[in-house]
């Protein structure tokens, strides 16, 4: 596969019947769930999961999200969805890169991109990343590659 960036968090993905519209493609918003769901299993695999955002009292809130559908996909399609914290203020926010690739051909299905913010869950309002977060999240961050 051909990543954007290096050390990708992957997860097989495949549209069912039910994601296909009247267009016979995967309608957009299976790939936003997608995303949902891959940020959650990354946050997971590096140490921090819904119980740790309770705990906390905190999480980080998509505060802006960007898609843009390259290419079409079909029902049987095999998929593979990458995820990377790209970037962070090392305060308030982090950035997080999706990319979706079709097995068969290798092509560039679909980039994404959110913007999120932490908030405390108690009251909605932004709030400083916690250490727990820094440790993770920053650790996790991807590093520019020389000569890029």
């Keep these: ?14 549209p069912r019947a039910d994601d296909i519209d009247g267009l016979n493609h995967t309608n957009n918003a299976v790939y936003v769930q997608w995303c949902e769901k891959i940020g959650w299993a990354h946050s997971e695999a590096c140490g921090l999961s819904l119980m740790d955002y309770q705990r906390l009292d905190r999480a980080m809130a998509i505060r802006r999200g960007e898609y843009d559908y390259l290419l079409p996909t079909v029902l049987g ?3 593979t969805l990458a995820t990377w914290v790209s970037g962070s203020d090392g305060k308030m926010t982090l ?6 690739i079709r097995n068969r051909d290798r092509a560039t299905i679909m980039r994404g991109r959110w913007d999120l913010v932490c908030i405390e869950l108690s009251s909605g309002r932004v709030r400083r990343l916690p250490p727990e977060f820094c440790q993770v999240y920053l650790a996790a961050m991807i590093r520019p590659v020389p000569g890029s």
């Design 1 to 14: 596969m051909h990543w954007d960036y290096p050390n990708p968090f992957t997860l097989p993905a495949s």
């Design 77 to 79: 399609d095999e998929l």
């Design 95 to 100: 950035e997080r890169r999706f990319q979706l």
